[in-house]
Every structure is written in structure tokens, then in C-alpha cells.
């Protein structure tokens, strides 16, 4: 099982519920680990009954939520300490350092650190590495509407005392308002929507399927999304 970590205090589930969607469109058995303090994935996605932990499906893929590591998460699912659980892909969310040391995401096979430019998303996100004492290796996801020098300038200068080697890639994601109108239209109605996000935003969505993905060929990756679109 591939574990990818998406660290930082930016809200990150609409974006990984449909990474995860995309991925299992390409046939992999994908799991979302909501490790985070307000759990926003308890919320918008349904379960009929919701406790302290549980799993639970959700457009072809699982949802877990409530775990500390992935002890916990075999216990629950009946499996010996030394088995593996039965996923290719878990991407697992990550706001606070207990959740980053219990999944021990040092040894995840992708660490992505999500972030927009306000102060609190910077300095909250850079706060979950501080207790660390080993160097890992990141790479930038943005929320913005323009990337200026001065601000990955600014990001770059806060985590200078962090053991932080940053990515030369950065992936942006657009702060449009036509995108959050379909994402808050699809948490109504419980449904994964990809019609009339912006093609920006829809390509950040296929840069990350393909980098984590990268065996497969990206014409596959492109043609899995269109195909969920048609389907909608």
C-alpha cells in the first residue's frame, strides 16, 4: 500500500475526495484517513452511523475517520499487527504533528504540503513539522488566485529552521468562486462533482493523480476524468 501524506492546516478533503475518486476510476482500491482535529470528512460525506472511528464507502472508495495510526486501523478491521491493509493507494490528511508521528509519514512513499497563503494556513501547516528531527522531503500544493515570488519567498523564509527539503514543482490550485459553488453544491447532495469546475482546477487535480500515479500513462488519468464527468 502506497501511503501519501497531504499535511498542513488548509482544508483539504474536497481535494481528496476527488483525487480519490480519479484514482479509483484508474482501478486502484483508494482510502482516505481523515486523521484530522475537526474531522470535516464525519460531515460531508454520508454514514449511516457514524461513531468514535469507523470506515465507510463512498463513491467506490473508503472514508476512514477517527484513527490515530494504522495500529488502530487493523484492530478495526481484524487484522494482525504484521498485515498489510487491503488498499493500493491511502491518502491520508494530516493537520497536527501527533496524526504526522502516529502515521509515520517520514516513511510515506509522498509527502504534499498544502497550503494558501494566509498567515494562519502557513504557519499552523509549518507548525505540524516542528517536532521532527529528520528531514523530509515535500512538495508544495497552493491555493491561490496569482503565485508571486514574494510569497513563496515568504513560505520559503518561515520554514527555513524546518528540516523541510521543498519540491522544485509546486502545484496551484485557483481560488475562484465558480469552483467553490460546485464543491458546496456537491456537499449538499452528497455527490463527488467535476462538471463546471475550472479547467485550472481540474488540471491541478491531474497533475496530482499522475504524480502519485506516475506508472500510468497520463492520457489514461485524463480520460478516467472525463469519463466520471460524462457520468454525472
Do not use: C
Not at 495510526?69 to 487493523?74: A, G, K, P, Q, T
Amino acid at each position: 500500500m502506497r501511503e501519501i501524506g497531504f499535511i498542513g492546516a488548509f482544508d483539504k478533503t474536497d481535494m481528496l475526495t476527488r483525487i480519490a475518486k480519479i484514482i479509483t476510476g484508474l482501478g486502484q482500491k483508494t482510502i482516505i484517513i481523515d486523521s484530522t482535529i475537526n474531522q470535516k470528512a464525519k460531515y460531508i460525506i454520508p454514514v449511516i452511523n457514524p461513531t468514535t472511528t469507523y470506515i465507510t464507502e463512498f463513491e467506490g472508495f473508503d472514508v476512514a475517520v477517527g484513527f490515530h495510526n494504522m495500529s488502530e486501523m487493523r484492530e478495526y478491521l481484524g487484522l494482525a499487527e504484521h498485515e498489510e491493509l487491503e488498499y493500493d493507494i491511502a491518502l491520508i490528511d494530516i493537520d497536527s504533528s501527533s496524526s504526522f508521528e502516529g502515521f509515520n509519514m517520514g516513511d510515506a512513499s509522498t509527502n504534499y504540503f498544502v497550503t494558501s497563503f494566509d498567515v494562519f494556513s502557513l504557519k499552523k501547516g509549518l507548525e505540524i513539522l516542528s517536532g521532527i528531527n529528520y528531514n523530509i522531503f515535500l512538495k508544495k500544493i497552493i491555493y491561490t488566485q496569482t503565485m508571486s515570488k514574494e510569497e513563496d519567498d515568504y513560505l520559503n523564509f518561515l520554514s527555513k529552521d524546518y528540516p523541510i527539503t521543498w519540491d522544485e514543482d509546486k502545484i496551484f490550485f485557483p481560488l475562484e468562486m465558480g469552483d467553490q459553488s460546485v464543491i458546496i453544491e456537491g456537499q449538499r447532495v452528497s455527490k463527488i462533482k467535476f462538471k463546471s469546475l475550472s479547467s485550472n482546477y481540474k488540471d491541478s487535480l491531474l497533475y496530482i493523480v499522475e504524480d502519485i500515479l506516475r506508472e500510468v500513462n497520463p492520457n489514461e488519468v485524463k480520460r478516467t476524468m472525463k469519463i466520471i464527468e460524462k457520468n454525472q
